[in-house]
């Protein structure tokens, strides 16, 4: 942070005020606000969405939303899509650089360590009904953790992140395997981190499973350009939550709650459910894409649009490419991807969305990819909260160690009555 001799001059009711500027390593410009409500009088600002608000300065990720950027400390996704796996990722995000050979080694062996769960909390999977969506479940076991693994301090941060990175793997295959009413599959130590989430996805007791590659290096691609987005919905749930300074796991639990939503991670599995639509509705993308338009309906295309990229999600631009690549691979024909692919062409030459710089975002493709794989629709979620723990941990970890650390607490613009006196109930009418 470069804190600059210039600074931004307001004038309110008469009275001027002086706020100094912070200018970030990218040259981001922002108004140091801390004093705001201070030096005016208890004047605040007033930013439903937070879409102008920088609620902390973070050395994780740096987007730039307008030239379609993203990278993690430093280091473009296109270039760690390509070359890094998930668990490199994983280290980057959470340590601030990359790895040497022999930390690396050491960190994925603790993984490996970490990632069996007490054997009473299989319990808990028995009292979920069987149609209980993965994602409740998944922040169910998360918060659970804190059971098992108490907090004790931030002595022990290190054992408590590796613990949940370990076994929130094993958490959402359970969830799986529990709701299609197979037998658990527990970890194997001999595969990759990733490898050994698609062994206890997809292995039965009965017989052997070898993991594909192809399989292997796409998902790991996919958890890499889920890892981290900065200040988003859920990465904010974390630090809003975090900021009461109770424990990791009911941060990211919230986290997890968080990214559940459509509007969030959800919209993975609504553009499934969007093109499946189109699908039987005679293959009418027109159709679909005039609904998206229409004011008086609320149908929106899921998978298009992003509150921060006003050009291209490069993120969509490598999943893409993805998805076509693997579909070739497995020898798979996925009529969904033909309409995605139609609704892409249709949409970006419409004026709608090319005015409103609406594209098509990360949830757009992820979901045929993660079809293509044998990963059933709602889990689709649970990928994408797996993909971006490590962010959130790097999140939450950084809220921690931030030396200007504060509960968060926004305040509000209240509209409400003026006072007036209580009426008993007897005296109503
Ligand atoms: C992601 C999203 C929430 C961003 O929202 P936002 O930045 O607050 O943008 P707004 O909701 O203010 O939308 C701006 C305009 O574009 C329109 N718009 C935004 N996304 C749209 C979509 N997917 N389909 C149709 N119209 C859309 C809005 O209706 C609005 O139009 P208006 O200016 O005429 O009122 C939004 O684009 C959306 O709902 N997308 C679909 C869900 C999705 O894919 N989410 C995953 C995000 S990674």
Redesign the pocket.
């Known amino acids: 942070m470069v804190e600059q001799n210039e600074y931004a001059k307001i004038i309110i009711k008469g009275n001027e005020y002086e706020f100094p500027l912070i200018v970030g390593s990218e040259d981001e410009i922002s108004i140091d606000f801390r004093k705001f409500r201070s030096t005016t009088n208890n004047i605040i600002t007033y930013d439903p ?1 937070y ?1 102008n608000t920088g609620s902390c300065i973070s050395n994780i990720t740096f987007i730039d939303g307008e030239k379609g950027i993203l990278r993690y400390r430093g280091y473009p996704i296109e270039q760690l899509a390509e070359n890094s796996t998930f668990e490199e990722v994983c280290y980057l995000l959470i340590y601030g650089e990359l790895p040497s050979k022999s930390e690396f080694q050491k960190f994925k062996s603790t993984l490996n360590y970490h990632d069996l769960i007490h054997e009473d909390m299989k319990k808990f999977f028995e009292g979920f009904p069987p149609n209980a969506h993965p994602m409740a479940v998944l922040s169910t076991m998360i918060s659970s953790l804190s059971t098992y693994y108490p907090y004790n301090g931030d002595d022990q941060l290190d054992l408590q992140i590796i613990r949940l990175l370990a076994k929130v793997n094993t958490l959402a295959a359970f969830a799986y395997k529990k709701s299609i009413g197979q037998p658990y599959i527990y970890p194997r130590n001999d595969l990759s981190y990733i490898g050994d989430f698609l062994h206890m996805m997809f292995a039965v007791p009965s017989e052997p499973y070898h993991v594909n590659p192809v399989v292997e290096r796409v998902l790991d691609k996919l958890l890499i350009l889920h890892a981290d987005h900065e200040q988003n919905c859920s990465a904010s749930t974390v630090r809003m939550v975090g900021s009461s300074q109770g424990g990791i796991y009911s941060a990211i639990a919230a986290g997890v709650s968080a990214l559940w939503g ?4 959800g ?1 993975n599995q ?2 499934i459910e969007m093109l499946k639509m189109i699908q039987k509705d005679n293959n009418d993308v027109d159709k679909y894409v005039k609904k ?2 229409d ?1 008086n309906s609320s ?9 921060v990229y006003k050009n291209f ?1 490069p993120r969509a631009t490598i999943l893409k490419k993805a998805a076509e690549e693997v579909l070739n691979e497995l020898g798979i024909q996925d009529p969904l991807l033909d309409i995605a692919q139609k609704l892409e062409n249709v949409a970006l030459s419409d004026e ?2 090319i005015d ?1 710089k ?1 594209y098509p ?4 493709y992820s979901g045929i990819i993660y079809r293509a794989l044998g990963i059933p629709e709602n889990m689709f979620t649970v990928m994408f909260s797996i993909g971006r723990l490590p962010g959130w941990i790097a999140q939450w970890k950084e809220s921690r160690m931030d030396p200007d650390f504060k509960i968060h607490r926004p305040r509000q613009i209240y509209n409400g009555p003026n006072i007036r006196n209580y009426i008993p109930v007897s005296d109503r009418i």
Not at 299 to 306: D, E, I, K, N, S
Not at 361 to 364: H, K, L
């Open positions: 969405g879409g459509p509007l969030h991670g919209a609504a553009v998206a338009k004011k149908f929106r295309l899921m998978g298009f649009g992003h509150r999600d709608y969305f409103r609406l975002n990360v949830d757009f």
